[in-house]
């Protein structure tokens, strides 16, 4: 246990990161909200990751900083990892590659605080490619609320915008350690099933490639695609008794949309890989 209380864990996991995790790392402690504490997960990196997170460690002693490793098991093993020994009411996610805007916990906290019934919060993003910033926000600051039946049809939180009450995060069991492809929707959507949630309409994190398509994970479109119908099957048949089922006709809805989406996105993919050459 940590000797001081902390009302947020910034958990970040990294695997062969040696290029970005310090860009990381530092929009982490140049926030302007300050009563955080940064849990690293390594990954099984092979490179210098462990080291240069090391070295920024010893020259930034008055943060609380903890480096923890593991073997290569992914990321929602990692992130379990990082939450287990977190001491913060809310957890917030930040991805090795991404980075946060100064102010973003300081708006998500304070929201946080005056309405005590959203367990879960995003936000909107940039996408920042060869310094060229894409904007995907129409920048009100409004809270855009997202219940369970909307987030089926639409995944509003991307990982790096995500802060989570600790306890609502613990209560749907975490990440599913035995997925790899889409396992935070799957996490979001069993929160929104028990919790209030939505996002705060401001680009507030910088993702520095396209969502899909691109590199890492994400990048398989098919095997993404088979883990978020997937996921629709476990949703449906983890159906609660009384409240926020997934009927046989709402389920072939969300999985015709499914596979629209799906066509779309490898149309997107097609059309820039031909204006990238």
């Known amino acids: ?3 001081d209380y902390v009302s947020v864990s910034v958990i970040i996991p990294y695997y ?3 290029g970005t995790i310090i860009r990381a790392l530092e929009s982490v402690i140049n926030q302007t909200y300050k009563d955080f504490e940064i849990i690293l997960i390594d990954d099984g990196s092979y490179d210098n990751s462990y080291k240069k997170v090391e070295k920024f460690m010893s020259s930034h002693k008055d943060f609380k900083i903890k480096n923890l490793h593991q073997g290569n098991y992914g990321p929602s ?3 379990n990892l990082g939450v287990k020994c977190a001491e913060g009411e809310y957890i917030a996610f930040l991805d090795s590659d991404d980075s946060w805007d100064r102010n973003k916990l300081d708006i ?3 929201y946080l605080k005056k309405n005590k019934d959203i367990a879960i919060l995003g936000s909107d993003h940039n996408i920042v490619i060869e310094n060229k910033v894409y904007k995907k926000s129409k920048d009100t600051g409004k809270f855009i609320g997202v ?3 909307k987030k089926l049809f639409k995944n509003y939180f991307a990982a790096p915008t995500v802060v989570i009450k600790k306890e609502a995060f613990e209560d749907v069991e975490g990440f599913n350690e035995t997925q790899r492809y889409a396992e935070d929707p799957l996490l979001y959507s ?3 099933r028990k919790y209030k949630g939505g996002k705060i309409e401001s680009p507030l994190v910088n993702i520095y490639k396209n969502l899909y398509g691109d590199s890492g994970l994400s990048s398989n479109l098919k095997k993404c695609q088979a883990s978020e119908i997937r996921n629709f099957k476990l949703l449906r048949d983890e159906n609660p008794k009384y ?3 997934i009927g046989y006709m709402l389920y072939i809805f969300v999985i015709l949309f499914s596979y629209i989406k799906y066509i779309r996105r490898v149309v997107i993919v097609y059309i820039r890989s031909r204006e990238r050459h």
Do not use: G, I, P, T
């Open 1 to 3: 246990m940590c000797e």
């Open 16 to 18: 062969n990161s040696e």
């Open 77 to 79: 093993k990692a992130r």
């Open 108 to 110: 998500q906290m304070e």
């Open 147 to 149: 219940s369970f039946y």
């Open 190 to 192: 069993k929160v929104l």
């Open 243 to 245: 409240h926020k089922k």
